[in-house]
């Protein structure tokens, strides 16, 4: 049985995570696993919990969240019509595809190689959130045929090696293809429930070596739990945020702030 101390430290942890993503999730729309990853990476391994596949059980629990999250998302977006169900239908196949292909590649990897792939990607987004503009366009509609058929499997799989929803590939992909924001931050939301779904459902069966206490499979039941309840609450007080304030130099802000924990994840990937 884990030391009662410990778990009271685990559990105060996990409430600070899934506060400030919930704050960040509203107040800058990006997704809750770009933050919650390291968090749980930092939290666990302070908590001496530092085995060869901690980073699975950091992705496989922070995709589990976004299964309630994506989904209220998407029930609230799809309510004000947003939400593009033609674009979902003819990506969602694909990205449900490199999802699958993502666990099976995720299970057999160290966990430091994921931790610089983590790291590599995020300072992909972190570049995009920091130096990226509105105007900047691929195409005036989204792809189809080929194009598709490679991006959207692509996407799927990358989100799970990060361990990510929908937002952080799907939204700006969406806006260089010329899909209104709102538009595209709402089908983003059923990208991350297609991401999920099966990729959770297939980390449930992975036998994790030294996991955190109350772990089932890749997921912690704790962590998954806490945070749940702690983004349902803080996110609503993002959302007033963000609309009682300018959000763009916020979100300068935080893609330095990614960029910074990217190069770190990259660098403890690299033992340096």
């Known amino acids: 049985m884990p030391d009662t101390m410990l778990l009271i430290q685990m559990l105060i942890l996990l409430i600070v995570i899934g506060g400030a993503a919930g704050v960040l999730a509203g107040l800058l ?19 001496g919990y530092d085995g060869p596949q901690l980073m699975q059980v950091c992705l496989a629990t922070s995709l589990a969240t976004i299964i309630v999250t994506s989904v209220r998302s998407v029930l609230s977006h799809n309510k004000k019509g947003a939400v593009d169900w033609h674009i979902l239908r003819g990506w969602g196949i694909g990205i449900a595809i490199g999802a699958v292909l993502g666990v099976l590649v995720a299970s057999s990897l160290r966990s430091v190689v994921l931790q610089g792939i983590f ?24 792809p189809r045929g080929v194009t598709r058929a ?8 990358l989100s799970v090696l990060m361990g990510i929803g929908g937002g952080s590939f799907g939204v700006p992909l969406m806006s260089l293809y010329n899909t ?44 998954f739990a806490v945070v749940i309840a702690m983004t349902l609450m803080t996110a609503p007080l993002g959302v007033k945020l963000a609309h009682a304030m300018d ?7 935080f893609a330095v702030f990614l960029t910074l924990v990217a190069l770190n994840m990259l660098r403890k990937s690299l033992g340096w």
Do not use: C
Request: zero cysteines; charged letters at 10%.
């Open 29 to 47: 729309g990006v997704g809750g696993g770009i933050v919650l990853v390291p968090a749980f990476f930092y939290a666990f391994q302070t908590l």
């Open 119 to 142: 790291g590599v990607l995020g300072l992909v987004i972190g570049v995009y959130l920091g130096l990226g503009r509105a105007h900047w366009r691929l195409g005036q509609e989204m």
């Open 150 to 157: 490679v991006l959207s499997p692509m996407m799927g799989f």
């Open 180 to 223: 209104p924001i709102h538009r595209a931050v709402a089908t983003a939301a059923g990208f991350g429930v297609i991401i999920a779904v099966p990729s959770v459902a297939g980390f449930l069966f992975l036998d994790v070596v030294d996991a955190p206490p109350f772990t089932l499979g890749a997921v912690n039941g704790p962590a």
């Open 247 to 253: 959000p763009k130099p916020l979100k300068r802000v």
